[in-house]
T-cell receptor
């Protein structure tokens, strides 16, 4: 399957909606997580999808389509504090390890 | 939510010395902890997986004799960078695995330790 891929950078306006896409490796895939990391900080867990469909947590939603090896993170009502890097590490069946890609740097502008 | 701490947050040391970094799960038991390394504006690179009471499993290319990992209890794992050199300067982050509700295989990350070797 293809490697874990995300856009390297995304810019969006405060108050808008932004979608960050992620395609992952199909071999041994078990689930897809989303983490937020501010500059100089540690990753913070946002959501996890193991089954197809949408998971909603406040302003953030995450979607997974196993048939398309694809997922996305949807951020609504963007705030300046949402400016950060977003990672979609995948986990494998029988393994608790997360495989991280290069992440997407989101910049929210006024 | 689950809290993971790391100590120290920053350390500066001379080349050739050893540095120990502690990772603690504060409000849950972590049977598995992970150690990552991250270079500026880069992804997290998994260094090793640490299971309580057993030897750590190192990723390919990571020297186990240089990066000593001890997972002595369900709440503490330590990473010791032995004979540190300037190329070991990096941001080291630990995480602990927690099965929390329906969140699946969630990992909770510590705040990281920034190591600078002079």
């Amino acid at each position: 399957g293809q490697s874990l891929e995300q856009p390297s950078e995304v810019t969006a306006v405060e108050g808008a909606i932004v979608q960050i896409n992620c395609t992952y490796q199909t071999s041994g895939f078990y689930g897809l997580s989303w983490y937020q990391q501010h500059d100089g900080g540690a990753p913070t867990f946002l959501s996890y999808n193991a089954l197809d469909g949408l998971e909603e947590t406040g302003r953030f939603s995450s979607f997974l389509s196993r048939s398309d090896s694809y997922g996305y993170l949807l951020l609504q009502e963007l705030q300046m504090k949402d400016s950060a890097s977003y990672f979609c590490p995948q986990s494998g069946a029988g393994s608790y390890q997360l495989t991280f890609g290069k992440g997407t740097k989101l910049s929210v502008i006024p | 939510g689950a809290v993971v701490s790391q100590h120290p947050s920053r350390v500066i040391c001379k080349s050739g010395t050893s540095v120990k970094i502690e990772c603690r799960s504060l409000d849950f038991q972590a049977t598995t902890m992970f150690w990552y390394r991250q270079f500026p504006k880069k992804s997290l690179m998994l260094m090793a997986t640490s299971n309580e009471g057993s030897k750590a499993t190192y990723e390919q290319g990571v020297e186990k004799d240089k990066f000593l990992i001890n997972h002595a209890s369900l709440t503490l794992s330590t990473l010791t960078v032995t004979s540190a050199h300037p190329e070991d300067s990096s941001f080291y982050i630990c995480s602990a695995r927690s099965r929390v509700g329906l969140a699946g295989e969630t990992q909770y990350f510590g705040p990281g330790t920034r190591l600078l070797v002079l």
